[in-house]
Structures are given as structure tokens and as C-alpha cells.
Nanobody
Framework: QVQLVESGGGLVQPGGSLRLSCAAS????????MTWVRQAPGKGLEWVSD????????YYADSVKGRFTISRDNAKNTLLLQMNSLKPEDTAVYYC??????????????WGQGIEVTVSS
């Protein structure tokens, strides 16, 4: 059974940092690219970043480029998202998902349950 569990979210002040983790199980994690997607309150799904199976190709949305870093530890079946210089507009529910999902429309079966990130003073 495929399972993705996000952790590490919470409330942070503008300019602060958070690191999100996604623990994967039930599939061969090291064989799949992985994606982070977010949904801000009242808005649609937004692709944030993705990484290839080996971890050496990474892509970012313009809105987070230079501030967020995606990585993975295939030995630990874990996907990470280091978020620095956070802004109020980064407030959203963040999802990890299996595959490369550049244009998310609906939440899929191979997504985690999501973790809230709130950036506010």
C-alpha cells in the first residue's frame, strides 16, 4: 500500500525557515521522480518543485526559486523541502506526490495527506 506522510509544517514568521519531510512507503521510492505541490487558502493547486529518481535533477517554480531546495534520501525513502526566506504568500497546504506533476489539477491517489505551513507575524 502506497503511503506518503508529510511532516515539519507549522507557523513561522516571515523570513524564517522550515523543512518539510515526506516519508514514503509501499513502493520503490528510488525508482520514481517526486513532486511538491501546494494549495494556498482559496486558491488552486500549484506545482512547487520536483526531483528525478536519482536526485540530481531538480526544478522549481519561479515563485520559490532561490529560496526552496528539494532533495531526497533514497536510503531512507524520504523526500525533503528546505524552505528559507519564507513569505506570507507561501502560506499553503503542502503535498508530496509520486511522479512529475507540473500542472496539478486535482489531488491524486499517490499524494500525501498534506501539511499546513503558515507564514505570519
Amino acid at each position: 500500500q502506497v503511503q506518503l506522510v508529510e511532516s515539519g509544517g507549522g507557523l513561522v514568521q516571515p523570513g524564517g525557515s522550515l523543512r518539510l519531510s515526506c516519508a514514503a512507503s509501499g513502493f520503490t521510492f528510488s525508482s520514481y521522480p517526486m513532486t511538491w505541490v501546494r494549495q494556498a487558502p482559496g486558491k488552486g493547486l500549484e506545482w512547487v518543485s520536483d526531483i528525478n529518481s536519482g536526485g540530481n535533477s531538480k526544478y522549481y517554480a519561479d515563485s520559490v526559486k532561490g529560496r526552496f531546495t528539494i532533495s531526497r534520501d533514497n536510503a531512507k525513502n524520504t523526500l525533503l523541502l528546505q524552505m528559507n526566506s519564507l513569505k506570507p504568500e507561501d502560506t499553503a497546504v503542502y503535498y508530496c506526490a509520486i511522479g512529475k506533476i507540473r500542472f496539478p489539477t486535482t489531488r491524486g491517489d499517490s499524494w500525501g495527506q498534506g501539511i499546513e505551513v503558515t507564514v505570519s507575524s
